[in-house]
């Protein structure tokens, strides 16, 4: 009898593997190309080791993952009980972004809390929020999502944090909510007729926001966005800058233009193109070198043109497969989780990396708009990576738990 318990106990706290060496591989990855792109320009070198991008982001990689290790300390249903205290303290971090002397503008956007060592992202935690408050919410007898009161309240938990995402404004933030939610109410159960109003009505935002911006006069846009926005939109669908009755000086100003915000796919898409089968090898990528890739961009955004230039499509394939890995892993929890706590949670995060990484990669070779959403533990930043370690320590800490009775 004991020797049985104790067999059981051993394999419900073993971890799994597979999901372990996906992402200790994609860290390892991280920091060997963010070093690259970062020390083939000449001014490196002159910045002391401890202040490299490379040495931080292995300093955001352990502390993720010792924020990972912690959330595996506790069953996930203990964590599911704080969902929303951790909610509620995402939306005020969200709030105090937006207040001028608290939030730090940068690049004509408040998305951050300047701590000092460490500018603090409240949008990369609002995602793990609302997986968090989703779950508990959605795990309720079905019965009960039925009710017309109870999917407005779910819609809700939902819709706070994107609105007050996207008047940072952050619109590639705040999309990034919007299919972990979506796909949580359908595990969860919801009525096929709520979630096809409610895709409708995605659907018809989206395309009133494409109409307003590539075709209405300013004054008769119904959707407002930032200049920025609606420049990345234009360079995605190749829409003329220039308007129809334009002079000539207006028109060579409009393709200027047009040319300065498009420069950025366009040295990304010949990144990925030049690298060839093998790559040119690490640290000879040409593109990033020379600065034909700008060099506040090969680091984070566009990350995966450094890795496809210097590593080629055998690279790219095994970055890819390290993703495939860790979805596969996720799926794969989901489906054996106890209970519909768990199940939700899971297919949560899966979600959402799987929605980063489609995103990230989708704008380096102009199959979606540049959106600013990072390649999950490859992108350099401090948020980004601490949140994406901390959805892996979900997913094991389901694994971990779900033998247990």
Known sequence: MFDATLTSHQRRLRPDGLLIFALLALMAWGVAFIYSARAAHEASALIAWHKQLHFRQIIWYGIGIVGAVLVCLKDYRTLARWSLVFYWATILLLLAVLIPGIGAMRYGARRWIDLGLFQLQPSEFAKIAVILAMAQFLSRPQEELRQPRTLLKAFGLLALPFIMV????????????????????????????????????????????????????????????????????????????????????????????????????????????????TGKGW??????????????????????????????????????????????????????????????????VVTLLFSHVFVNIGMNIRLMPVTGVPLPLLSYGGSSVICSLIAAGLLQNIHLHQKAI
């Open 166 to 277: 996207l008047k940072e404004p952050d619109l590639g933030s705040a999309l990034m909510i919007v299919p972990p939610g979506l796909a949580m109410l359908y595990v969860g159960g919801v009525p096929s007729q709520f979630l096809k109003r409610l895709l409708g009505g995605g659907m018809v935002f989206a395309l009133l926001l494409v109409v307003s911006v590539l075709f209405a006069p300013p004054k008769w846009q119904v959707i407002k966005l930032e200049d920025y926005q609606k420049r990345r939109l234009l360079v995605y669908f190749g829409i003329n800058y220039a308007a129809a009755n334009a002079t000539a000086t207006e028109r060579a100003r409009a393709l200027s233009d047009q040319r300065r915000d498009s420069y950025n796919v366009e040295q990304a898409m010949i990144s990925v193109g030049s690298g060839g089968l």
């Open 283 to 348: 640290r000879q990528g040409t593109q990033n070198a020379l600065g034909y890739l700008p060099r506040g961009v090969a680091h984070n955004d566009f990350i995966f043109s450094v890795i496809a230039e210097e590593s080629g499509f055998v690279g790219s394939f095994v970055v890819l497969a390290l993703y495939a890995s860790v979805l596969f892993v996720g799926i794969r929890i989901a489906s054996q989780a106890r209970d519909r706590l768990g199940k939700l949670l899971a297919v949560g």
